[in-house]
């Protein structure tokens, strides 16, 4: 038993440091890649129920290092936002989805806007409209073509500084969207201050809907309430039919998921839509 405790004693501090090692490595490798501008968007559709078109597509970071190989954004994003370096990376990904739009915008879709995921910190630091203003404008492209994701956490704070920052974002001509509702926090006062347009229902309601009556009593509920505030709903993570008809049915607007699509390359994405405009 001492035995045991000794080897179950080692092998946490060996854990430890090589989990400081990870972290050390990630850190040192994500500085290089920004400096590198090493960073890929990959993009997956999202389509309106009511006429099967594709309306928007979201860009998702995708980042392959050498050393690390491939790093999830699950991983890197929250550790970025912790050390701030969210900031260079998210304005390198605007940059990015503005060069993507033009690729989409030459292939003659001309109406499918583009969502940006866009994190607390980089939302809360003060020159962030001037920032996103001038990467806008430093490509020659406005607003109009974009859709902003937020999550529950960067409304929250029910100020006058959010409230204005949101309101100049919808002036300029962006969409603003709350990304995977129902997760955060239990406030839905922002709800009504904020000039909100879409609401998208996290993945673990539509995970399970099909199985869990709650689940759907919750995923219906959120539609109904959305409406009545004058937002359109988007169903993420959709795989399959059986949750399509559900949501279908309870007037659910737009879905995104693996049904349809995997994020993938602009390439890949035109190609996806030359094929959709055909079926
Ligand atoms: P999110 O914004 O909620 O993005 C949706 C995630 O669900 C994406 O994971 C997407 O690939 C995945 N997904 C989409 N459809 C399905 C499906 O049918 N089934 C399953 N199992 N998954 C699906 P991804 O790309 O790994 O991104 C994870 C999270 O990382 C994002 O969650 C977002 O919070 C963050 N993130 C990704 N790209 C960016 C970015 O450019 N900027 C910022 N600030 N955060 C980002
Ligand atoms: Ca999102
Ligand atoms: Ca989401
Ligand atoms: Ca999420």
């Not at 809360?124 to 001037?130: E, I, P, R, S």
């Not at 309870?250 to 995104?256: L, R, T, V, W, Y």
Request: glycine share 4%; proline share 3%; aromatic share 10%.
């Amino acid at each position: 038993s001492k035995q045991n405790g000794r080897n179950g004693f080692s092998f946490y501090f060996e854990d430890l440091s090589s989990d400081s090692k990870r972290v050390l490595k990630l850190d040192g490798e994500l500085r290089k890649a920004i400096e590198n501008k090493d960073f890929e968007l990959y993009f997956q559709p999202k389509i309106s129920l009511s006429d099967n078109r594709v309306v928007g597509i979201e860009a998702l970071v995708r980042w392959n290092n050498e050393e690390l190989g491939f790093v999830s954004p699950a991983e890197f994003i929250p550790f970025a936002e912790e050390t701030g370096l969210i900031i260079p990376i998210s304005e390198i990904i605007i940059h990015k989805a503005c060069e993507d739009l033009r690729k989409l915008r030459d292939a003659g879709y001309s109406d499918i806007t583009m969502s940006i995921n866009i994190s607390s910190i980089h939302f809360q630091q003060v020159n962030f409209l001037k920032s996103i203003k001038s990467i806008l404008e430093k490509n020659n492209t406005s607003a109009n073509n974009f859709e902003i994701e937020m999550t529950e956490r960067t409304v929250m704070n029910n100020d006058t500084d959010t409230v204005s920052k949101l309101v100049r974002l919808k002036q300029l001509g962006f969409k603003l969207s709350i990304d995977d509702f129902g997760t955060g926090y239990s406030s839905l006062s922002y709800l009504v201050r904020f000039p909100l347009d879409y609401l998208k229902i996290d993945r673990s309601f539509i995970q399970h809907m099909v199985s869990l009556d709650e689940k759907q009593a919750v995923v219906d509920a959120i539609i109904q309430m959305a409406h009545r505030l004058k937002m359109k709903v988007v169903a993420e993570g959709v795989e399959s039919v059986q949750q399509l008809n559900l949501l279908r049915e309870m007037g659910c607007d737009f879905i995104q998921g693996y049904y349809y699509s995997k994020p993938v390359p602009m390439d890949e994405l035109i190609e996806f839509l030359q094929i959709w405009e055909v079926v």
